[in-house]
């Protein structure tokens, strides 16, 4: 207990008017959210919110490193882990992240809780903790085939009980989009022969039948001379660049295939090779 005897009380003075001199501008974006670019833009906008998040830079760091999020789904010995030169993203499914964030926000609309965008940015992010969201590693390629709808992910290759998330929230998603989940799993179990097919990920090696001998490519052991002699011929000049003509010379003599190094003006070869070097 609190004994009264021990209190310190203080007497404050009241202020009945604060004098402001310059409103300061409103540093928060309002959105109509009735209009539908708005509302695009408020999603976009919490998308940007979620992926740029501390929490969310440390939570897809976590997958990476402790639940093999590395290597891509699709194509074998595609990973990251010996070199960052390859880009493995983490793709969002069957529930794109714009998908979630708009459930959420219905769902937060419906209960009357509070609409501001870090509110259900938060949400958006506990769902993540919680591995309610469907994640799959796929390379940058792979990515990009996937929202272009050139190639089908099957709903049992994604790591997170996004089952939960569909039973939560399911009011408060869109019919349409519960029947095209019911299509994905359905495909997934039944293994779709068209929707099976990967070749579009096959290595495709090109030969190439030019029959005109212009365009051929010359023997290494011939382009290995060449440059040899050409070494050879810019050691001999001094290393001086050729003029114009000198350079027509040199084209000339690689046409007839019977080349022999290129001598430029002996005058201007004389001047450089007598002149001594000075330090001074």
């Known amino acids: 207990m609190i004994d009264p005897d021990g209190l310190n009380i203080t007497t404050t003075a009241l202020q009945d008017t604060i004098h402001i001199k310059e409103v300061p501008e409103l540093d928060m974006e309002v959105y109509s959210l009735e209009d539908d670019k708005e509302f695009d833009k408020f999603m976009k906008d919490i998308e940007g919110q979620v992926r740029r998040s501390f929490e969310y830079r440390q939570f897809i760091s976590y997958i990476r490193d402790n639940m093999n999020m590395n290597q891509c789904s699709f194509l074998q010995n595609v990973s990251n882990t010996d070199t960052y030169a390859i ?11 714009r998908d979630i964030a708009e459930i959420v926000y219905r769902k937060r609309k419906y209960y009357g809780e509070s609409l501001n965008l870090q509110m259900i940015a938060k949400e958006v992010m506990e769902l993540h903790y919680k591995l309610m969201i469907g994640l799959i590693p796929l390379s940058e390629t792979v990515h990009e085939l996937a929202h272009s709808g050139k190639i089908f992910v099957p709903a049992d290759k994604v790591m997170g009980r996004y089952d939960l998330f569909v039973y939560y929230y399911k009011p408060f998603i869109e019919p349409q989009q519960l029947e095209t989940l019911s299509r994905i799993e359905r495909y997934t179990v039944e293994q779709h022969g068209d929707l099976q097919n990967t070749t579009i990920l096959n290595e ?21 001379n060449n440059m040899i002699e050409q070494i050879k011929t810019i050691k001999e000049n001094n290393y ?16 007839t295939k019977t080349y022999k190094p290129v001598t430029f003006d002996p005058a201007i070869k004389a001047q450089y090779t007598t002149k001594k070097l000075s330090l001074e």
Do not use: A, R
């Not at 880009?87 to 992240?97: A, D, N, R, S, V």
């Open 240 to 255: 001086i660049l050729p003029n114009v003509q000198e350079v027509k010379m040199i084209e000339d003599h690689m046409s």
């Open 204 to 224: 495709n090696k090109v030969q190439y039948d030019v029959k005109d001998s212009s365009y051929l490519l010359p023997e290494f052991s011939t382009i290995t």
């Open 87 to 97: 880009k493995i993203e983490i793709h969002h499914y069957p529930f794109t992240l």
